[in-house]
């Protein structure tokens, strides 16, 4: 009888032991680190709609994120299917989130890259893009903005694009406009579309894009990521 007593408490030891070094290593790592957990203990492999119901159940019940999100997302799609781009960028990757949205509705022939600055994000976003297996699919550059966007035609070969996705740092979004117009990579048509217009809130890119006579510019209001506050996207067309 003291054999069992002292087996079972034993056990009990390990399991707290257990739950105590689980809890220790949960707080130890980011919160993109949690999210792809996350993703790959609950979405299935190569499937980027379960990839992304994984990260917006996560953000909606477990921990907020800094994505696009399922509400913004929905108009997001409307944009991409009216579009219909062959050739895509999107300055901001964060976690992949945005970039496997997009191009699960895209052609296999279509060309689609994303920047990030954040290195720690960029490797996320690759292990995130992997799982949902479209890593054949995305190109994925490390970088500032400012230093990939006058390069794009020489090292990556790119004309001009058809849709440009911001949603990186808000005060940089004029800059990386004008970077685009003046590096000729806009054509007549190219449409801009711009996340979070109202929060975090991008003011002097809303009021550029509605007032410089280059682009015809709507804004689209919606919910900020996994809230029901309000927020919104911003899509401008290029004038040429």
């Known amino acids: 009888m003291l054999c069992k007593v002292r ?16 809890k220790t290593t949960e707080s130890a790592m980011s919160k993109e680190q949690r999210v792809l957990r996350y ?13 992304l119901a994984a990260v917006d159940k996560f953000g909606w019940e477990t921990e907020w994120a800094m994505n696009v999100g399922d509400v913004k997302g929905v108009i ?8 219909a781009p062959q050739t895509m960028l999107e300055l901001g990757t964060y976690m992949g989130y945005s970039a496997i949205r997009v191009v699960r509705l895209l052609p296999e022939t279509a060309k689609f890259m994303t920047v990030e600055f954040d290195p720690e994000n960029a490797a996320i976003a690759r292990e995130m893009i992997t799982f949902a297996g479209l890593q054949n699919r995305i190109i994925q550059i490390s970088s500032d903005s400012a230093d990939v966007i006058p390069q794009l035609k020489t090292k990556y070969d790119v004309g ?20 685009l117009e003046t590096n000729n990579l806009l054509r007549k048509g190219t449409v801009v579309v711009a996340d979070n217009i109202i929060k975090p ?6 009021d550029y894009v509605r007032t410089c006579g280059k682009y015809d510019s709507t804004f689209h209001e919606s919910n900020y990521e996994y809230s029901n506050e309000i927020d919104g996207l911003e899509k401008s067309v290029y004038r040429g």
């Open 201 to 206: 809130g991008a003011p002097e890119y809303a």
């Open 39 to 51: 993703v790959q203990q609950n979405a299935s492999r190569g499937d980027p709609d379960s990839v």
């Open 76 to 83: 997001l799609d409307r944009f991409v299917k009216e579009t």
């Open 160 to 179: 001009t694009f058809d849709m440009v996705f911001l949603d990186h740092w808000k005060d940089a979004y004029v800059r990386d406009i004008k970077l």
């Open 7 to 22: 087996l079972v408490k034993g056990l009990c030891r390990l399991v707290r032991q257990h739950l105590v070094r689980a």
